[in-house]
């Protein structure tokens, strides 16, 4: 059971366009939606992260949009740059004691 | 220095050979994980320990064990290696009560033939 989908598994930008990665959750009880990010040969970073009682937040190039009626959120990463380049993982947690899912992730390349 | 160390960075063993992966961490962590990167699936969660006196089972237990030796030790061990354990593992910590960030080291690519 996946409790956390996430699509494209793969995408590819030009340098200067906007990228967007969505996920899609079922259990309402998640309040903690995070994003990391991977470079090869590296382990996962946190990235941004949101909480179901906002709808956007902003951290530079990098916002998360929530949906919580279509209980869906996405990473936008506007002006791409090829330093973006990497795998990108949503995820969600019920908070307390319960680790975080993830969502299978989206390897993302930016050319120029 | 690495806050959380995992070792052997890369590893290349036979079918039913035993194995341990090993992870340190110096952030003071109470809470310690193990995870599996394949691709395409993701990261999935092996075991998890929230103290040296705790630990959990995760989505994908079967075939592997985990000792918490210490605070800052967490071992994964695979008992008898089988090829479709060949994957990328990673260890991570996250402060007591705050399991959404985790902080994770940089993997351990283990390689079963």
């Known amino acids: 059971q996946q409790q956390v989908k996430q699509s494209p598994q793969s995408l590819i930008v030009q340098k200067g366009g906007i990228s967007i990665i969505n996920c899609a959750y079922e259990n309402t009880a998640f309040d903690y939606f995070p994003w990391y990010q991977q470079f090869p040969g590296k382990g996962p970073a946190l990235l941004i992260a949101?909480?179901?009682?906002?709808s956007e937040k902003k951290e530079g190039r990098f916002t998360i949009s929530f949906n919580k009626s279509a209980k869906q959120f996405s990473l936008h990463i506007m002006d791409s740059q090829p330093g973006d380049s990497a795998t990108y993982f949503c995820a969600a947690t019920l908070g307390g004691n319960t680790p975080l899912v993830f969502g299978k992730g989206t390897r993302l390349s930016v050319i120029a | 220095d690495a806050d959380v160390t995992q070792t052997p960075r890369n590893r290349i063993t036979k079918t039913g050979k035993r194995i341990m992966l090993e992870c340190s961490q110096t952030k003071g962590h109470d809470r310690m994980y193990w995870y599996r990167q394949d691709p395409g699936l993701g990261l999935r969660l092996i075991y998890y320990?929230?103290?040296?006196?705790?630990?959990n089972k995760g989505e994908i237990s079967d075939g592997y064990s985990v000792s918490r030796q210490a605070q800052a030790k967490f071992s994964l061990s695979l008992e008898s290696a089988i090829p479709n354990q060949t994957a990328l593992y990673f260890c991570?910590?996250?402060?007591?009560?705050?399991?959404?960030?985790?902080?994770f080291g940089e993997g351990s690519r283990l390689t079963v033939l």
């Open positions: 320990s929230f103290d040296v006196k705790d630990i």
């Open positions: 949101i909480r179901p009682d906002v």
């Open positions: 991570a910590t996250s402060v007591t009560g705050v399991t959404g960030e985790l902080f």
